[in-house]
DNA sequence: GTAATACCTAAAGCTGACTTTAGGTCAAGG
DNA sequence: CCTTGACCTAAAGTCAGCTTTAGGTATTAC
């Protein structure tokens, strides 16, 4: 069992937004003894779902909806699976964009270093789209990837 | 040489966002005729630039004052590299850490399917926190590893 | 016995990133 | 010649996700 004060050091959030999670429903079966707030080993697997699924890029409502289902029981079993199956998807296709990203960024990285040891950026745009190094190349296009 | 119409298609961006980008400063050379916005290579470049810092997680103002580093010329060119090396390592972290929501992401998937094989969560609740079959111990473990 | 500390509530406030509104210009088509 | 469509502005509005405020209770520390 834990105090409001103790979650908050353990996961490095303010107090305010436990409290704003709680008012939202993320913990459902909570305890509290004359009005204080009992976290028990429940409330902090749930607070696991809710890192896990606000990271994941879902919304404050549609996490609460989350937890409703899971005080429904076995019947939303099917539901649940479907809503964690479109997570997994939603993570894997936001980080090949981040891959992409990184390309880019690592093109921009070299770009730079480039011009800091030329004093100018024109040998380097003389390149441009094309005649990069192999290596930066690839980063670049890569980069410039439309998403699919 | 495009209007802003055609701009907001090619992007997928509303057109209100790309007179807000303007307002913002993010094209701070575009040329106008009788008022009306012509953007050329170098605004859909720099388009493309403030595309792949927002993926990056950097804010409006942010981006607004690269672009004014860009206007400054090679006397930023340091500061810029220093801007793309830390928005590449705050992406390599993204991606480390949205890697361990897939992993728990996807561990949850396989507890849902166990859950309606199984009819109830008592099985799998059995094997908890370190007697799951061993590729789904891996996905469990480093799903809920703490952030570096 | 009073002061500091940790908890509580309801309601208002804040921030970022847009979006909408209300009103206007200008060129081409029927 | 008038209406349709694409552009323009400044300013107000929206939404999510908190955070702050104002006011109160209960326990421990000196």
New interface residues.
């Given amino acids: 069992m834990y105090t409001i004060g103790q979650v908050s050091e353990m996961f490095n959030i303010p107090i305010s937004t436990l409290r704003y999670y709680d008012n939202e429903g993320f913990f459902p079966n909570m305890q509290r003894h004359s009005g204080i707030r009992d976290f028990s080993e429940n409330e902090i697997a749930a607070l ?2 809710v890192e ?1 699924l606000k ?2 890029g879902l919304e404050i409502k549609e996490i609460k909806q989350f937890m409703e289902m899971t005080t429904r029981g ?1 019947e939303t ?2 539901d ?2 479907k809503l ?2 479109a ?2 998807d939603a ?2 296709n ?2 090949c ?3 992409r ?2 390309d ?3 093109y ?2 070299w770009y ?2 480039q ?2 040891k030329d ?2 950026e024109d040998n380097i745009n003389a390149m441009l789209p094309d005649k990069l190094p192999p290596k930066i190349q690839k980063l670049y296009d890569n ?2 990837q439309k998403a699919v």
Wanted: hydrophobic share 35%.
């Fill in positions: 696991r779902i896990c990271s994941s076995a079993y099917e649940r699976l964690f199956e997570r997994r993570v894997e936001e980080i964009k981040l891959q990203t990184l880019m960024l690592k921009k990285c730079y270093e011009a800091i004093g100018n980069g410039n």
